[in-house]
């Protein structure tokens, strides 16, 4: 079957073309071929004529890839063909959610000789889709792997060289993507949930600066401004206290959404960082909203800071020996109202008039339950420890028994007897038993209920959600950074990836990782024929289609360039 044009010449002289579906059949009577008409689709030049032919033109691609149709065409042939469904959707929320534009605005008329916009996109695109360094960003990633326009030509300098912009740019970049997304998604910013981490890295020296300080300064690219030596020891959250770290604080909204993130000196204290968190925040005129914080936060300075001016908080409280907490609270008799199946509250009040202080005690019975068992398995093996010690003479002792009051697992149920032997301490059990499946909430928003207070904290998990995500799939770390701006920058590129997942997946309803397997379902192939050569886009599936409904895209065009 094939696309048959006849000619008729009218009166006038006008020379008139219509378009036939026709096949070649046998003529028995003839015995020869005929071309039987099956279908008249009209005059060539007629515009709705062509809208139809189209429309069926993509039908039938759905069907055939264009390797398989550069196969059947005498002199084509496909030179490559890349996955392209993922970076294709990226690109459109790029431009959408404004990032294109405030780059581009931010460069103003500086004559970079580059396109530091696409320099960026590229990067970040990279951390979304196949993280890695820049070194192999640039050397095969983009030569071998994508097709990214305008980043045909970027050498690798100026890939740093756009992360040196952009990190001289940071605060202007955060603030207008988050006025652009809040403006767009129409974002909840009620309540801002904020949460440190630490990254470690593979050195075994510390940064060195100069001053009391410690204070070094960036590339004149970067603006040349002073930074405190980044990778420093502290206390780790991933259990790397051996190595130098740095310490990354993350705000985000009660969707998941970035908002905006801080790197601070690996010796950094979390309770440390809340007052210039609390300011900056104040600055995008977010200090009306709930700060939402976890008990590493927790401190009479910092709840004073996040009060002042008639600022909200919201933060988990530690339970210590000796503090009003443990004293007060959570010895306090009363009845627990259920939320959930797996969530009670009780509020407690303590204290009177101006030094009233409003705490809620959460209990998760299942939490509790898991708690009790894993207690009993430390306390088994515990016990089978004690019972297997040798003592030696005076104050001397093995190497085991040193282990043992340092272990984080069992060196909390320990007690040393006068005679420097170990033994089970049960009052630190029973402490233990007590607060089974417990934590405590305080705020001081008193249009807040228990029951608000205690699924607004429980919220805290985006943070955890982000952090998850950054650290697995965006793979922030291994960071092959020395240079402080340049450790920041690569940060930047990895929240600024993450702000793109959050919006496919808010969109989508599903993982980054499932969304992308489905729109790599699309793919862009290069053919080359005798005429030139065409950059081809497959038609999508109906799980990409479905992906590009949900994200309100339109299919990809079918070609994107023709050389």
């Keep these: 079957m094939y696309l048959r044009e006849t000619s008729q010449r009218r009166a006038g002289g006008d020379k008139v073309t219509y378009l036939q579906f026709a096949e070649n059949v046998w003529d028995r009577a003839k015995r020869r071929s005929a071309a039987r008409v099956v279908y008249n689709w009209g005059r060539a030049e007629d515009p709705a004529v062509t809208e139809r032919l189209r429309r069926l033109a993509r039908s039938i691609l759905k069907r055939l890839s264009p390797e398989e149709l550069a196969a059947e065409l005498p002199g084509w042939r496909v030179v490559d063909a890349w996955e392209y469904g993922g970076l294709y959707v990226l690109e459109e929320l790029w431009a959408r959610l404004g990032i294109r534009e405030v780059l581009r605005a931010l ?40 097709r990214i326009a305008g980043t045909a030509d970027l050498q690798l300098q100026q890939l740093y060289r756009a992360m040196d912009f952009l990190e001289a740019n940071k605060e202007a970049v955060e603030r207008e993507v988050y006025r652009r997304v809040r403006d767009l998604l129409n974002l909840d910013v009620e309540v801002i949930f904020y949460d440190t981490t630490s990254l470690h890295f593979e050195v075994d020296e510390e940064d060195k600066g100069s001053g009391k300080e410690e204070l070094v300064r960036g590339s004149q690219s970067s603006g040349g401004r002073l930074y405190k030596a980044p990778r420093k020891r502290g206390h780790s959250k991933n259990g790397r206290s051996d ?6 604080g993350l705000a985000v909204t009660r969707d998941g959404f970035p908002i905006r993130h801080w790197v601070f000196p690996g010796n950094t204290v979390d309770v440390t960082t809340v007052k210039q968190v609390r300011e900056d925040l104040r600055g995008w005129r977010l200090s009306g909203c709930v700060f939402v914080g976890d008990a590493g936060m927790v401190s009479e300075e910092n709840l004073h800071t996040l009060a002042l001016a ?90 085991r028994i040193c282990r043992l009051r340092a272990s984080a697992r069992y060196g909390k149920y320990l007690r040393t007897t006068k005679t420097g032997r170990l033994k089970l301490d049960l009052s630190r059990v029973a402490a233990a038993e007590r607060l089974d499946g417990k934590f405590v909430v305080h705020g001081n928003d008193e249009t807040l209920t228990a029951e608000d207070m205690a699924l607004g904290y429980k919220q805290l998990q985006r943070v955890e959600e982000a952090w998850r995500t950054l650290k697995s799939g965006l793979r922030l770390r291994p960071v092959f950074h020395w240079a402080p701006h340049r450790i920041h920058a690569h940060v930047h590129l990895a929240v600024l990836a993450l702000l793109l997942e959050r919006v496919a997946e808010h969109a989508c309803h ?28 497959t038609d999508p599936g109906i799980a990409a289609r479905n992906r590009l409904e949900s994200l309100q895209i339109k299919n990809p065009p079918p070609v994107i360039q023709v050389a």
């Excluded at 990067?123 to 792997?145: F, G, H, I």
């Excluded at 919201?314 to 010895?331: F, I, Q, S, Y």
């Excluded at 259920?338 to 008039?353: P, S, T």
């Design 107 to 146: 460069g103003g008329t500086r004559k970079f000789g580059f396109s530091v916009e696409r320099a960026v996109f590229a990067m970040v695109a990279n951390r979304t889709l196949a993280p890695c360094s820049k070194l192999y960003c640039w050397e095969q990633w983009l030569r071998e792997d994508v």
């Design 243 to 248: 190595a130098p770290q740095i310490v990354v």
């Design 310 to 399: 008639g600022g909200k908080y919201l933060v988990c409280m530690p339970v210590a020996r000796g503090n009003e907490v443990a004293d007060e609270v959570v010895t306090r008799a009363g009845r627990y109202k259920e939320v959930a199946g797996n969530l009670r509250v009780k509020e407690v009040v303590v204290g009177d008039g101006a030094r009233q202080r409003r705490y809620v005690v959460c209990h998760n019975p299942e939490e509790a339950k898991r708690q009790a068992r894993h207690r009993e398995e430390v306390l088994t093996e515990l016990k089978a420890e004690l019972s297997s010690l040798r003592y030696l003479d005076r104050d001397q002792h093995t190497r």
């Design 510 to 537: 599903d993982t980054w990782r499932n969304i992308g397997d489905d729109l790599n379902q699309i793919k862009l192939a290069q053919l080359s024929g005798p005429d030139g050569t065409v950059w081809q886009v």
